[in-house]
């Protein structure tokens, strides 16, 4: 005879105990919700493996954290560094074109080791004794003047003279200056004095993003587009021409001449409007404009 458990049978009760515990315990976190006594609970199941997933994310975006923070640290280091640099090269150059005749001040800044402020030097330099030679810059576009004077035995340039005359070159676009060739300097007086009238600027110093050529001679500080009152473009670029000037540009509709120092001899003609100083208005006959043959120049 078979021995049946009775209902009450307290085995029973314990197996389906562990049975329960042993359904739920891989069941998922529930959060209850009980807003409205009018309506059910409501219940959110949430993975049970969800709070250590969360912990390993917190950690892994503070140690980037970190890392970011340290290599943010480190680039701005390198940036004041290459930026210190950069203004005591910046400085070196003015150096240069303020004494064209020595480069102890500018060597010392360019040297590696304490860097040493060549325009604080310049600063404190006024143009040695000797025959003075000025002439005055005046923007067509701000209304600005420079007067510079220049040394006309050592060729340096009075400090306060040079300062005024980068600012009045500065970019139109950005504001931003860069040193000026001293060569240029003196090329501008030199048309000064042959023409007993000042300087109209119409360009001078391109910031190199607005200049569609690689080694622009306006991003270098070694190019200005003029005019002179009492002038017409086609005299003044025939003096110039006659003055051995390095870069002729002639423009006879936008009314200027381009003129740079650099080595060889290139001469070109642009019959364009508006070409002053233009988006995309590059000079030289490598931009499509019109060059002509070049004769040997002719010196002062």
């Given at each position: 005879?078979?021995?049946?458990?009775?209902?009450?049978?307290?085995?029973?009760?314990?197996?389906?105990?562990?049975?329960?515990?042993?359904?739920?315990?891989?069941?998922?976190?529930?959060?209850?919700?009980?807003?409205?006594?009018?309506?059910?609970?409501?219940?959110?199941?949430?993975?049970?493996?969800?709070?250590?997933?969360?912990?390993i994310a917190v950690l892994a975006l503070v140690a980037a954290t970190v890392v970011l923070?340290?290599?943010?640290?480190?680039?701005?280091?390198?940036?004041?560094?290459?930026?210190?640099?950069?203004?005591?090269?910046?400085?070196?150059?003015?150096?240069?074109?303020?004494?064209?005749?020595?480069?102890?001040?500018?060597?010392?800044?360019?040297?590696?080791?304490?860097?040493?402020?060549?325009?604080?030097?310049?600063?404190?330099?006024?143009?040695?004794?000797?025959?003075?030679?000025?002439?005055?810059?005046?923007?067509?576009?701000?209304?600005?003047?420079?007067?510079?004077?220049?040394?006309?035995?050592?060729?340096?340039?009075?400090?306060?003279?040079?300062?005024?005359?980068?600012?009045?070159?500065?970019?139109?676009?950005?504001?931003?200056?860069?040193?000026?060739?001293?060569?240029?300097?003196?090329?501008?007086?030199?048309?000064?004095?042959?023409?007993?009238?000042?300087?109209?600027?119409?360009?001078g110093f391109r910031a190199p993003m607005f200049s569609i050529a690689k080694l622009s001679?306006?991003?270098?500080?070694?190019?200005?587009?003029?005019?002179?009152?009492?002038?017409?473009?086609?005299?003044?670029?025939?003096?110039?021409?006659?003055?051995?000037?390095?870069?002729?540009?002639?423009?006879?509709?936008?009314?200027?001449?381009?003129?740079?120092?650099?080595?060889?001899?290139?001469?070109?003609?642009?019959?364009?409007?508006?070409?002053?100083?233009?988006?995309?208005?590059?000079?030289?006959?490598?931009?499509?404009?019109?060059?002509?043959?070049?004769?040997?120049?002719?010196?002062?």
């Open positions: 005879m078979s021995h049946r458990s009775s209902p009450s049978d307290p085995t029973l009760d314990l197996d389906r105990i562990l049975k329960q515990q042993g359904k739920t315990r891989h069941a998922p976190l529930r959060i209850m919700i009980a807003g409205d006594p009018d309506r059910p609970i409501r219940t959110i199941s949430l993975p049970r493996k969800l709070p250590a997933v969360v912990s923070a340290r290599g943010s640290w480190r680039m701005s280091d390198a940036i004041g560094a290459l930026q210190h640099r950069v203004h005591a090269m910046v400085a070196a150059v003015d150096s240069i074109a303020l004494h064209p005749g020595s480069r102890g001040v500018a060597q010392a800044a360019v040297d590696v080791g304490p860097i040493v402020d060549a325009s604080e030097n310049a600063r404190a330099t006024r143009v040695a004794p000797g025959p003075i030679g000025t002439f005055v810059v005046e923007s067509a576009n701000t209304g600005e003047a420079a007067t510079v004077a220049v040394n006309l035995n050592t060729g340096e340039i009075d400090p306060d003279g040079y300062r005024q005359f980068r600012h009045l070159m500065r970019c139109l676009r950005t504001g931003a200056e860069t040193p000026i060739d001293p060569r240029l300097i003196d090329l501008l007086y030199r048309i000064s004095q042959r023409t007993r009238q000042k300087i109209i600027l119409i360009s001679y306006h991003t270098r500080g070694m190019a200005a587009d003029i005019r002179i009152p009492g002038m017409t473009p086609l005299m003044v670029r025939d003096m110039a021409a006659s003055m051995g000037v390095g870069g002729i540009g002639y423009y006879p509709v936008s009314r200027f001449v381009h003129v740079d120092v650099r080595e060889e001899s290139s001469r070109w003609t642009d019959f364009g409007k508006d070409r002053e100083d233009g988006e995309g208005t590059e000079h030289g006959p490598e931009h499509g404009e019109v060059a002509e043959a070049v004769t040997p120049p002719v010196d002062e």
